[in-house]
């Protein structure tokens, strides 16, 4: 309860103090980071983690489905990315998912150290599944 407490205070002093800058306004990710490869080879365990935190960090934002539509987004007017979209992250990497994550853009909290690192990497993962079931990794049989 705490943390969601916490994340909700950042996403409304965020927007209060910013103004709806992402995610129209992303931030330049540095070269060395946006170069990165994900290290982590997705598990359906390490998808359902990511699953959690996205649960907990981002769908008060980003809608419980990943389609930008949330009463917090909408409250503060934010005109968020449907991740259900093929085209939304087509052009980024899998480094400048990651390093918006962890650093935040405009309104966008940082995850910093939130998060496992591997659970972040899963989570860009994730994000990709939303457009793209075929890059999620089988379920795990019961």
């Known amino acids: 309860m705490r ?10 002093f ?7 800058g992402y995610p129209g306004q992303v931030p330049a990710v540095p070269a060395d980071q946006a170069s990165k490869t994900n ?3 997705p598990t359906a365990d390490g998808i359902e ?12 934002c980003h809608g ?3 389609s930008g539509k949330s009463d917090l987004a909408s409250s503060m007017n934010l005109k968020m990315k449907d991740f259900r979209e093929p085209d939304t992250l087509k052009k980024r990497t899998d480094g400048e998912i990651y390093y ?5 853009a ?3 909290p940082a995850e910093g150290t939130r998060a496992k690192t591997e659970d972040l990497w899963n989570l ?5 599944g939303l457009s793209d079931p075929s890059v999620l990794p089988a379920e795990k049989k019961k």
Do not use: F, Q, S
């Open 39 to 41: 290290p982590v080879k």
């Open 64 to 66: 419980e489905d990943g």
């Open 49 to 60: 983690r990511a699953k959690k935190v996205y649960a907990v960090d981002c769908a008060l």
């Open 14 to 20: 965020a927007g209060a103090t910013l103004g709806a």
């Open 124 to 128: 860009v993962v994730y994000l990709r």
């Open 3 to 12: 943390k969601i407490l916490g994340t909700i205070a950042a996403v409304v």
């Open 100 to 104: 918006l994550i962890v650093n935040g």
């Open 106 to 108: 405009g309104t966008m």
